[in-house]
């Protein structure tokens, strides 16, 4: 049992909140109730938002899709086409054409752009689609990042199928609120909230589907005061002038903000994103073992966490991490009153315990220690079970499953 | 003849409970003192700001405004939101039975190591003999709707919470009445045990037993008693 998803799920609860089971999948608890935390808010999404601004044309938003697709092999010749496969291109011909290199920066600059020259290509897509000011938006973020990719192009840019683009040409604040979008969807609770609901996203595949972009909660614009207004300038352009997580941390604080969401939440998400993101580098992170200062945290978080209790019983309570005397896969800390002494407390069954815990495939042991007084705490030495929710978690469980350890806390 | 709409529904009940072993475990005493603490706190925090609705208003607005200061507590009480996701009011749910689909409790308490299916169920009444909310109201329209299974039938433990705007106590009325309804025949509480303070509580909240004689559905057993532990909180004279 991964003491990381060993959540129970009602078959009540799946059958009318069946979104639980993908949060649960890559998020935990906590990140279930920060999203039920957001969903509170009952924010348009980012599709009903933009039909409400744009309209609808055959059912679909207006001035927003997928950008183009090149000839294929599959391109169908058109009953009353041409006689050749695809269409004719001509109509995009001289086009700036959007590069990778270009979208590693918030604001595209066009002038630097390659001009589209392509004869043909596999469908036709609408000329408005590509009128700045545009919000581009990346379909896979990079993981590096974690963050989706959205940028800015204030003029006509031509963008391929690997890309969603929105066009707020009619709007006549256009210009800010595709700079808004950009920010709202490139922060990290954007990211997070595509993870959590994304049927493809972190279940099969890689890149996010527009679909689940389309789903990201949106503050509406309108209602953002004139302060407010300039406030996304001022985020925009420190971002356009330089893309750092420096300078994404207000951008991130700000959107949380918008969806309601704690400063705890925040941590939760960061977590979330930093080990169960679906890419390799995420996998490997969250299997590699937790440095000194990530048990230092570790430990820190649950004692403030525990620390009311302890405070029910007039004592103070500690949580250190254990030298072990062996090479061990796991990593255990102590949890109890201050020791009046500075001798060292040991369990001498670690052998046998870690033992059976290996055999039934375990990634958490809570043992009570009545001789002691404490409680010891072992984990799989890995950095996913080390971070800040997952303190938080052991805290939770703690509180709930050995209260009569945390209530005698006193009578040591 | 239309058929009444109160009728058991077994597919209801099966859909809410399948997997789960009834009742549930019941609450660490520990723990609920600490949610009893957490009620008696968000009224204490209201009556320094709201204290003319709190000595005035109507039950309904009593409840809206705990509800929303409840909520607020976890934000900032750390031990508060340890033990609780989030508190509703008047949030619908089904008695024992499926009879009633629309039953709905004052205030449930989500916890975090319980299936939202499941919440702690507070039942909230005022108390006045001016304007003739007695012990027997408590009672009649709050207690019984426990013993009865509209509500916590799932559970083993619940919460009543009296907003006292007379000088009744636990000990003065709620205690007697109970003692001298048992005494009766049929003793439509069931009580099994009558309120005993709480040692070592923080407030004043005092634990009565009843037994439920109801059968689960499709079960051979029913959920046997359920404690409920009673919170008065007196209204500072006005």
């Known amino acids: ?412 | 003849m239309k058929e009444s709409r109160f009728h058991p529904r077994e597919d209801q009940v099966a859909e809410l409970t399948r997997g789960q072993s009834l009742p549930l475990a019941p609450l660490h005493e520990e723990h609920l003192k600490c949610i009893a603490a957490v009620l008696n706190r968000a009224w204490n925090d209201l009556m320094a700001e709201r204290r003319a609705t709190l000595l005035s208003g109507a039950e309904a607005e009593l409840n809206s405004l705990m509800e929303i200061r409840l909520n607020a507590l976890l934000e900032t009480d750390a031990l508060w939101a340890m033990l609780a996701r989030n508190v509703a009011r008047g949030k619908e749910t089904i008695s024992f039975d499926g009879s009633h689909l629309e039953k709905r409790p004052d205030l449930s308490i989500y916890l975090t190591d319980r299936s939202p299916s499941f919440p702690l169920v507070v039942e909230c009444k005022l108390i006045d003999i001016r304007r003739r909310k007695t012990v027997e109201l408590y009672c009649e329209d709050g207690l019984l709707r426990f013993v009865r299974g509209d509500y916590g039938w799932a559970t083993r433990e619940a919460f009543m919470l009296a907003y006292v705007r007379d000088n009744s106590t636990i000990v003065a009325c709620l205690r007697p009445f109970l003692r001298e309804r048992r005494m009766k025949q049929p003793d439509l509480y069931l009580t099994d045990a009558l309120p005993e303070s709480i040692s070592g509580s923080d407030v004043h909240v005092a634990r009565s037993s009843h037994n439920r004689e109801f059968r689960y559905v499709g079960l051979s057993h029913g959920p046997g008693a359920i404690a409920i532990w009673h919170l008065w909180i007196a209204s500072p004279t006005q």
């Not at chain 1, 690997?162 to 040409?169: D, I």
């Open chain 1, 1 to 412: 049992m991964d003491v990381s998803n060993a959540e129970t799920v009602t078959s009540d609860l799946a059958i009318h909140r069946p979104e639980i089971l993908k949060i649960l999948f890559r998020g935990s608890q906590l990140d279930l109730e920060a999203y039920d935390r957001l969903i509170s808010r009952r924010l348009p999404t980012l599709d009903a938002y933009w039909r409400a601004q744009f309209g609808t044309s055959r059912k679909r938003p207006k001035f927003a899709g997928n950008g183009y697709q090149k000839l294929r092999k599959s391109s169908r010749v058109r009953k009353k086409g041409d006689g050749r496969p695809g269409v004719s291109a001509s109509y995009l011909h001289q086009l700036p054409e959007l590069t990778p290199e270009a979208m590693q920066t918030l604001l595209v600059d066009v002038s630097r752009l390659p001009k589209f020259s392509l004869e043909r290509i596999h469908d036709p897509r609408p000329r408005e689609l590509f009128r700045g000011p545009l919000l581009i938006v990346h379909e896979a973020p990079p993981a590096q990042t974690a963050r989706i990719r959205a940028a800015v192009a204030d003029q006509d840019v031509l963008f391929s199928e690997s890309h969603y683009g929105y066009s707020a040409n009619e709007n006549p604040q256009g210009r800010l609120l595709v700079r808004y979008l950009a920010l709202l969807l490139g922060s990290r609770p954007a990211l997070w909230h595509a993870l959590m609901v994304s049927g493809k996203f972190g279940f099969e595949r890689e890149v996010i589907e527009k679909f689940a972009i389309d789903k990201i909660p949106v503050f509406p614009f309108d209602d953002f005061s004139a302060a407010e207004r300039r406030k996304i300038e001022r985020l925009f352009d420190d971002l356009a002038e330089e893309n750092t997580e420096k300078a994404w941390g207000p951008v991130d604080d700000w959107v949380a903000s918008l969806y309601g969401l704690r400063p705890r939440d925040l941590q939760v998400i960061a977590d979330t994103l930093a080990y169960n993101l679906p890419f390799a580098d995420n996998r490997k992170q969250a299997q590699t073992v937790p440095t000194a200062p990530q048990i230092k945290l570790f430990c820190s978080t649950l004692e403030s966490e525990l620390k009311p209790w302890a405070q029910r019983t007039g004592k103070d309570i500690q949580v250190l991490p254990v030298q072990l005397p062996l090479a061990s896969p796991w990593g255990v800390v102590r949890v109890g009153h201050v020791p009046r002494s500075t001798a060292r407390e040991a369990v001498q069954d670690w052998r046998e315990i870690m033992r059976v815990a290996d055999r039934l495939a375990a990634t958490e042991i809570v043992l009570p220690d009545v001789a002691t007084g404490c409680l010891w705490l072992a984990r799989l030495n890995q950095a996913r079970y080390w971070s800040t929710s997952q303190a938080k978690l052991a805290a939770r469980r703690i509180t709930w499953e050995q209260v009569d350890f945390l209530v005698g806390l006193g009578n040591r």
